[in-house]
């Protein structure tokens, strides 16, 4: 834990991943995993692993592998799965729904507390228990509530414009799907832009070579 | 194009991020561009960007910076965008819908011409004009069609059955989005997981981080 500070972004990434391997092994009841298993599971080299999770803290016993639940519970700590911030929506639309009711928020660190649209069909409407707002009351709710996350599903256009209202309103943490990047004028925030288009475009690429290596 | 065979893994993940800007580009009638300001819009290196862009040939010339449109060509082409595979959407759930309606196919280098659900609820029903197929007709469908991509949006107990089925009737790409890492067993195929909540993690990360240094 003491290491935590110097752990770099390129492990951070990969953490996500650890979680989701050991949350399995836990639902299976299994207690310690070797780094060699591990590694089968997971398709990364052993060492690679080693390398990984000595990053912080010991949590391998030579010849009896990682206690699983204690490697759990630092990546938790580690990721800030525990911190439950305060989060809200932008956009209720087709994305927007199928977001907020796919995503699991509470075991992955936030707590949805607010849905905001300006289509006038949806204000009102209730989605996964929460009534679906008018963007208009976004500055009294943020003034009530301190979200500090904000989930941007909105069209290209107006992301930008509301990022700003939204960092004036206290917002730091950006979880956007607004096909635009958002971020990189604003230092003092932080963005995970998720652009869904780039993966299938690799997957394009990817199964060209593969039907070229086949032939 | 000749040097195509060699570029790594890492450089092509970044070549849909250039796709999208200079996609931008052309829709601002911008012809062409330096390094140094396409590093500016991008946030990254201006050597990186002619490292990674020298992998493919010859676009930029000494001071009068990259031939836009000579260059997004180039990209797609990499990326196979043209290559319109034959697609099947497995799940028509609410994450199947926004998937359906969200994602601009056609320009990705997809075509979408098959929806398949084993809810008695959505099968006959229409999304984006195609009508949602029951699971047990993708044998004939595939037989008839010869798909060779499917988009997963089914539940993570699921998913690997449907894979091995599915590679049965001639799928050999997969872009996943189940929960589930696909693809660690079958050498043959390739597959992109998609897993939303690495990146929320990911979030919560940065947001901890960013206000510890704020402190």
Not at 41 to 67: H, K, P, V
């Given at each position: 834990m003491q290491k935590r500070d110097k752990i770099s972004l390129s492990v951070i990434r990969r953490l996500p991943r650890y979680y989701r391997f050991l949350d399995d092994l836990r639902s299976n009841d299994i207690l310690r995993i070797s780094s060699r298993e591990l590694s089968e599971?997971?398709?990364?080299?052993?060492?690679?692993?080693?390398?990984?999770?000595?990053?912080?803290?010991?949590?391998?016993?030579?010849?009896?592998?990682?206690?699983v639940d204690l490697l759990y519970n630092e990546i938790c700590k580690i990721l800030g799965v525990e911190k439950g911030y305060k989060t809200i929506m932008i956009g209720a639309g087709n994305l927007g729904r199928a977001i907020a009711t796919h995503m699991n928020f509470g075991r992955l660190g936030f707590n949805l507390i607010g849905i905001f649209d300006n289509n006038e069909y949806v204000i009102g409407k209730k989605l996964m228990g929460i009534e679906i707002l008018p963007n208009e009351n976004l500055e009294s709710f943020c003034g009530e509530y301190n979200p500090t996350a904000a989930i941007l599903c909105i069209p290209k256009d107006s992301a930008q414009e509301m990022c700003d209202q939204l960092i004036h309103f206290g917002i730091i943490g950006f979880w956007n799907f607004s096909h635009y990047d958002l971020g990189l004028l604003n230092p003092n925030i932080v963005v995970e832009n998720v652009h869904l288009g780039d993966s299938l475009m690799i997957l394009s690429y990817r199964m060209q070579k593969q039907m070229e290596d086949v032939k």
């Open positions: 599971r997971m398709g990364i080299t052993a060492s690679q692993i080693r390398q990984d999770l000595n990053c912080f803290g010991e949590f391998g016993q030579q010849g009896y592998g990682y206690n």
